[in-house]
């Protein structure tokens, strides 16, 4: 076990979607999806195609930044790194290209602790992680409503101590991190 940072982001409305409750879906949504043919004007094809577009930010994600961890599980993913700056920047250029290059809307939490990870580039099931921190960045996800990231609010702390750039740490912790009381 060892500490890292733990990112969970999760696709917005892809629950509701897959059991059909979405209601007001036209044929020019599913155009804009691809999806031109009548018999792929559903939600379980708009599902999969939105899957599909997430998935591939996930590979676009870990083109960019290689030291990455990524697993994952249908409609969410955990990315995780031992470096808190590196996964950081991989949280901004994530949401970012979701949104503006895929149009697909997610929200996320973020933590900080102790992690088990089993990263085998050679299984064909992929890596998975498990601990104090996967937990809290799940849990911190399911606080809020929207496209949005939220964190313990340890989290800034955790930054400041663990980053290996004082620059950095400047940067981060004055110009990223805003206070929510609206609990």
Not at 151 to 174: H, L, R, T
Request: proline letters at 2%; a negative charge.
């Amino acid at each position: 076990s060892n500490n890292a940072a733990v990112f969970f982001v999760d696709i917005l409305g892809f629950s509701a979607l897959t059991k059909g409750e979405v209601s007001g879906i036209k044929d020019e949504d599913y155009e804009a999806w691809g999806l031109t043919n009548k018999h792929s004007r559903n939600h379980s094809y708009l599902a999969a195609t939105i899957l599909v577009e997430f998935r591939e930010a996930l590979k676009t994600l870990k083109n960019y930044l290689p030291k990455l961890n990524v697993a994952q599980i249908s409609d969410c993913a955990f990315i995780w790194s031992e470096d808190i700056t590196e996964l950081l920047r991989g949280v901004h250029f994530f949401m970012w290209h979701t949104i503006r290059e895929r149009g697909v809307l997610c929200r996320g939490g973020i933590a900080y602790g102790e992690i088990v990870s089993v990263v085998n580039n050679d299984d064909e099931l992929g890596a998975f992680v498990v601990g104090d921190a996967v937990t809290r960045a799940a849990k911190n996800e399911s606080r809020l409503k929207g496209p949005r990231i939220t964190m313990d609010v340890e989290f800034p702390q955790s930054v400041w101590d663990n980053a290996k750039n004082a620059v950095i740490q400047e940067y981060i912790c004055a110009d990223l991190f805003y206070a929510n009381h609206s609990e």
